[in-house]
């Protein structure tokens, strides 16, 4: 249990209109920090202010990316409580990444600790429109002043908070998707599997082409075959062919997803087949040729359920469930959304209250 010294901010920030939220950009008025030492370990857990904070520009995190993250959300329920969902997975995920990146691992009750204390401390942040969120971002970063590449002795744990509406400004609305098949994600013994900034630095070229072309994100294949799809650029993806839900299996080059997770769950206890396996981007377009590709959608924190309404690779594009949300697609945004805003039950036990 960590002892966390609370600093409370002088002059609470004004709310942001819940109408106009973009994701990101504001913060609120705390943040949590904890610092890591060698022969120490984890200390000084403390809620402050939220601000910037002094680092040497030969701060490793700055030259070689030591760092990971977490992606996760606060909800206002229905009676003014605030809930979280599943942050232990949050926790044990960022502990496997830490393990990839030689970063020391964090208890997964301190983890859970420190998320809820920023939150409690920010709980007039958490909107209460529907549809709208605290997204909380956990992250480490390398902070030793040194460019030997070497694991950082150092490091700051923090996590940090903005009210956020919906991921995509199409918000429910079928989002495109392009098959990226020049530039890569990630490659087995690579760092797919781990939240770490470098995939997504990896993967911003692809996405502002996609952008050009007036596309929402790409889909990537795999980088050994360039045949297999993987995910999307901040979303595991699922399709239904058929009776069949068929999602990429975690390779080690995917991103084990929370809500992919949870999505799984959900259509197994609804009595679907569900396939983890690979996927080639020839097979769904066969499917989508043949009528049989009926729903298509990405799964994420921040996107929550987006359905993809268009696929295109190369000069060939295919439109998926009339480019409109399927029926399957609205099923589990309205079961995932109603267990995380508190407006449905959560048979699960997957929502945890901040006090
Ligand atoms: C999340 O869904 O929480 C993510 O981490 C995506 C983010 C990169 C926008």
Request: net charge negative; proline share 7%; aromatic share 10%.
């Amino acid at each position: 249990m960590l002892d966390i010294k609370f600093t409370p901010a002088a002059a609470p920030k004004p709310l942001p209109d819940p109408d106009t939220l973009v994701f990101g950009r504001t913060f609120t008025d705390h943040m949590f920090l904890m610092n890591y030492d060698a022969g120490q370990g984890w200390h000084d857990p403390r809620v402050e202010p939220y601000g910037p904070l002094p680092f040497e520009l030969s701060c490793m995190v700055f030259h070689y990316a030591q760092e990971i993250f977490e992606g996760m959300k606060a909800y206002r329920t229905p009676d003014g409580k605030v809930q979280l969902f599943r942050p232990y997975e949050n926790a044990s995920r960022m502990n496997s990444s830490c393990r990839r990146m030689c970063i020391p691992e964090i208890p997964e009750e301190d983890f859970v600790q420190a998320v809820k204390a920023v939150v409690s401390a920010d709980k007039r942040w958490v909107p209460e429109k529907m549809g709208t969120s605290l997204y909380i971002r956990p992250f480490i970063i390398a902070t030793d002043s040194s460019l030997g590449v070497h694991a950082s002795h150092s490091y700051l744990f923090a996590v940090i908070c903005c009210p956020v509406g919906a991921y995509y400004p199409e918000g429910l609305n079928p989002v495109k998707i392009y098959v990226e098949d020049e530039d890569v994600r990630a490659v087995k013994g690579g760092t797919g599997f781990t939240k770490c900034g470098g995939n997504y630095a990896a993967s911003i070229r692809a996405g502002e082409r996609a952008e050009e072309q007036g596309y929402s994100q790409v889909l990537w294949l795999d980088g050994v075959h360039r045949k297999y799809i993987e995910e999307v650029g901040s979303m595991n993806v699922m399709f239904k062919v058929g009776n069949t839900i068929i999602t990429p299996e975690l390779t080690g080059s995917v991103l084990p997803g929370i809500t992919r997770k949870s999505c799984l769950e959900l259509m197994r206890d609804w009595g679907f087949s569900v396939e983890e396996r690979l996927i080639s981007a020839r097979e769904l377009f066969d499917a989508a040729q043949a009528g049989s590709l009926e729903e298509a959608w990405g799964t994420g924190t921040a996107a929550v359920v987006s359905p993809i309404g268009l696929l295109a690779q190369g000069d060939t594009k295919v439109e998926v469930s009339g480019g409109r949300i399927g029926r399957l697609t609205q099923r589990l945004y309205d079961t995932l959304t109603g267990i995380q805003w508190g407006t449905e039950p959560d048979p699960y036990g997957w929502v945890e209250p901040v006090e």
